[in-house]
């Protein structure tokens, strides 16, 4: 069975950052996508950034230029650097893997999806 596990997160100021984790078990994978979705109260899940590798080929992508996504494939492990914290980046962070597609994530086409980490930026 597979497990998204997350970790990172938290509460941090305007202007700080913060590095969120996600690391896989339970299986290997290759030619796969993995990435970030958030959800603020009361606001649908958003693609934050993803990416992808395949054939030895390394593709990430973000919608937010002040967070970055990287990943160690061997590891099956991405992570997310958030920079310049907003507080309307306060939200749930999840972490989520497709098996075929990206860099670019959609929700409905999700595999597997973390557990779901709090990021509060306060003002």
């Known amino acids: 069975q597979v497990h998204l596990v997350q970790s990172g997160g938290g509460l941090v100021q305007s202007g700080g950052s913060l590095t969120l984790s996600c690391a896989t078990s339970g299986r290997t994978f290759s030619n796969y996508a993995m990435g970030w979705f958030r959800q603020a109260p009361g606001k649908e899940r958003e693609f934050v950034a993803g990416i992808r590798w395949s054939g030895g080929t390394v593709d990430p992508t973000s919608v937010e230029g002040r967070f970055t996504i990287s990943g160690d494939n061997a590891k099956n492990t991405a992570y997310l650097q958030m920079n310049s914290l907003k507080p309307e980046d306060t939200a749930v962070y999840y972490c989520?893997?497709?098996?075929?597609?990206?860099?670019?994530?959609?929700?409905?086409?999700?595999?597997?999806w973390g557990q779901g980490t709090q990021v509060t930026v306060s003002s």
């Open positions: 989520a893997l497709v098996l075929s597609g990206g860099p670019y994530l959609y929700a409905e086409r999700i595999d597997y």
